[in-house]
């Protein structure tokens, strides 16, 4: 679990980097690409830890 909380962290920092480049030098497709695999391991992260909460 650790490990996809770290690489979501790295993705959406990259995906920070990126979208703090001026508007000519962004790569639209390695920011799409970036932000669709952060929003799935936040998804994933959400999920595990909704399961894990005592009801």
């Not at 990259?14 to 790569?27: C, D, F, I, R, Y």
């Amino acid at each position: 679990m650790s490990i996809i909380a770290l690489a979501s962290i790295l993705l959406w920092g990259a995906v920070t980097h990126e979208l703090s480049k001026p508007s000519k030098k962004q790569n639209n497709r390695k920011i799409i690409t970036l932000t669709s695999l952060g929003s799935l391991l936040t998804l994933v992260i959400t999920i595990s830890l909704v399961q894990n909460l005592p009801f």
